[in-house]
């Protein structure tokens, strides 16, 4: 079992940054992935972007790319969304995912078996 607790959420204006971050708690990850999804109002949750546990490789979607960053922290107790040159489209709810199977991360929801409950971040223009 894992416990996933998202924070960091706000409102902030368009160009602004925010970090989310995630506190993992119960089982350890050997091999496993860690993600971020966000899901808009009246839209289906999407990948934003992965990290593999064991090889420490991450996946961005397309539209974060060059200014979102994932990480984790040493004692790997957390993971962090660094989010840059927010956007209005970025405006979401942002939920942390784990799943301890790897070492592929996959960028469907489906495939991660553990959520945390959002984290709300909304840009005004």
């Known amino acids: 079992q894992v416990q996933l607790v998202e924070s960091g959420g706000g409102s902030v204006q368009a160009g602004e940054s925010l970090r989310l971050s995630c506190t993992l708690s119960?089982?350890?990850?050997?091999?496993?992935?860690l993600a971020w999804f966000r899901q808009a109002q009246g839209k289906d949750r999407q990948l934003v972007a992965t990290l593999s546990t064991g090889r420490n490789h991450t996946d961005y979607a397309t539209s974060v790319k060059g200014r979102f960053t994932i990480s984790r922290d040493n004692g790997e107790s957390a993971v962090y969304l660094g989010m840059t040159s927010l956007k209005p489209e970025d405006t979401a709810m942002y939920y942390c995912a784990a799943d301890l199977r790897g070492p592929v991360c996959w960028r469907a929801a489906g495939a991660y078996k553990y959520w945390g409950q959002g984290t709300q971040v909304t840009v005004s223009s």
């Open positions: 119960g089982d350890t990850f050997g091999d496993g992935c």
